[in-house]
């Protein structure tokens, strides 16, 4: 874990001129002035100021952008290794409870860096780490949680950022083995034999062209005292590579599909923070994992197989992979578990990227309430949600098929992210209360963008689901 331990302090006073400690002040300034830039470097006790733009705009997410700019100043310019939020900051910033947790997660967010893999230059290994974080207000419950809530983010941004050498179907049933162990969370792996009996022949058909083994992994987690008050599963598509298979992506930035796991690495991040927070809730994960890759062994197009649920599926393209596994791991959680609420997360189309950029990830949903706490959530928590369309029939004619009873695709050049959403739709049992995150834009950055600083994973769909879960 290339992750410092970041110390929160709480106290009154100011520390800011104690060697290796730089203050921020943060605060509001005028609407013309660029919001959440830095504006003006302070000789010390200040360190830096950084402005808030309008204080009537101003949101959350503000300060934690600011956070980032801070930390990255603090490091980079100043090469201080603790951070204090000035008591000369904004009034309002310091009496909002919610504005201190989100300063304290933008921060945490921005100190990751993905260099576990690199060999430390001298200059490397001078260079300031953000070790503590120091706040003029008492402690408070937001404050902590926001603490755990970053933590948990980047560590899932760790293991997303992991090559698929590393991060392979195995490894990530390991990883999800470990989690029980050390936070008593019961883990079942199923492997191939088992899919097979229990058939899962899409989850198959995916990891078929790979000498991976691929895996259903499924991580549940129950408070250790008191009644839970909701089941709520989580799927994630865990593609540790996705090539293609037969129908092969062009070479140019192959390499990202490295991040095609994020949404079952969000999953399972999700199960570590439930355990770290004790929340009242019966969870349960499920991931299929698999590498997509061409081989003598690999699916074909024109491949018919019949998912978990008796469906049969003509598998047009075999780089429409994510709803194939998803399918399977869908009906399985329907059936086997039976939850009040159904959420999936997979990065699952390119035209979803397409539609929302890398500001806001895909919403689908069969219920409207869900949808909107959801939505709700995403504005909390930074990690935004768009509604696109899927319940009405006429898109569920486009995933019908000649041959099967769907086809892995929608009709060429049309709403390509709502044909997936359709797809998965027909693996969800009626009555299951149900989202799809279509996270493609948003799992990972190519390029270094607000808190987070450093480029890869983003951790997507951890936070959001910690604002939405403490709301069951
Ligand atoms: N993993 C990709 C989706 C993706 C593309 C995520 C770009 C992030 C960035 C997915 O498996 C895929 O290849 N989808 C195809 C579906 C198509 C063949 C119907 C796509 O979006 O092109
Ligand atoms: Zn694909
Ligand atoms: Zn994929």
């Known amino acids: 874990m290339t992750q410092e331990n970041i110390e929160l302090v709480f106290s009154q006073g100011t520390s800011a001129k104690k060697k290796g400690k730089a203050s921020a002040r943060l605060v509001f300034l005028s609407e013309d ?18 402005g808030l733009g309008d204080e009537k705009t101003a949101d959350a ?30 009034k309002k910033l310091l009496s909002n409870r919610k504005f201190l947790a989100a300063f304290t997660e933008g921060a945490i967010l921005s100190a990751y860096s993905f260099d576990k893999y690199k060999t430390p230059s001298e200059e490397q290994q001078q260079a300031a780490k953000l070790t503590g974080l120091h706040l003029p207000v008492p402690a408070s419950r937001e404050i902590l949680e926001a603490k755990s809530v970053a933590e948990c983010a980047n560590w899932a941004r760790e293991i997303q950022n992991e090559p698929a050498n590393v991060a392979t179907p195995t490894m990530l049933s390991l990883l999800a083995a470990k989690e029980a162990k050390i936070f008593g969370m019961s883990c079942k792996i199923f492997g191939r034999a088992e899919l097979e009996k229990m058939g899962m022949n899409a989850i198959l058909a995916v990891g078929r062209g790979s000498a991976e083994e691929p895996k259903l992994i499924v991580l549940e987690y129950l408070p250790k005292s008191g009644v839970a008050k909701k089941k709520i599963a ?56 698999v590498e997509n890759l061409p081989s ?24 429409a992979e994510g709803r194939l596994i998803l399918a399977d791991a869908l009906s399985f959680a329907c059936k086997e578990h039976k939850p009040d609420v159904l959420i999936d997360l997979a990065t699952l189309t390119g035209a979803c990227v397409v539609a929302l950029g890398d500001v806001a990830a895909g919403l689908f949903s069969n219920d409207p309430s869900l949808a909107k706490e959801l939505f709700e959530a995403g504005m909390e928590s930074g990690e935004r949600l768009w509604e696109l369309p899927m319940m009405w029939k006429d898109y569920d004619e486009k995933v019908k098929s000649d041959v ?5 695709l929608g009709e060429s050049g049309q709403a390509g ?56």
């Open 417 to 472: 992210a709502t044909a997936g959403a359709s797809f998965l739709k027909e693996f969800v049992s009626s009555g299951t209360k149900w989202a799809h995150l279509d996270i493609a834009g948003t799992a990972w950055t190519t390029k270094p963008r607000h808190q987070f600083s450093f480029k890869g994973g983003t951790g997507f769909g951890v936070r959001l689901l910690a604002r939405y879960l403490s709301k069951q």
């Open 234 to 289: 989580l799927v994630g598509k865990g593609v540790c590579f996705d090539s293609g298979g037969i129908s092969i992506k062009p070479s140019r930035a192959m390499d990202e599909m490295k991040f095609d796991k994020s949404g079952a690495v969000a999953a399972i991040a999700t199960m570590r923070l439930a355990s770290i927070l004790k929340l009242p809730l019966h969870l349960v994960a499920l991931v299929p994992a």
């Open 404 to 408: 099967a009873d769907v086809k892995n």
């Open 33 to 50: 002035k660029a919001f959440g830039k830095l504006l003006k470097v302070a000789p010390s006790p200040e360190g830096v100021i950084i």
């Open 296 to 319: 003598g062994t690999a699916g074909k197009p024109g491949d018919i197989v019949r998912a978990h649920n008796g469906k049969t599926i003509e598998i047009l393209d075999t780089d």
């Open 61 to 90: 997410e503000t300060i934690r952008r600011a956070a980032g700019s801070a930390v990255q100043y603090i490091l980079k310019t100043l090469g201080a290794g603790s951070l204090s939020l000035s008591p000369k900051s904004s």
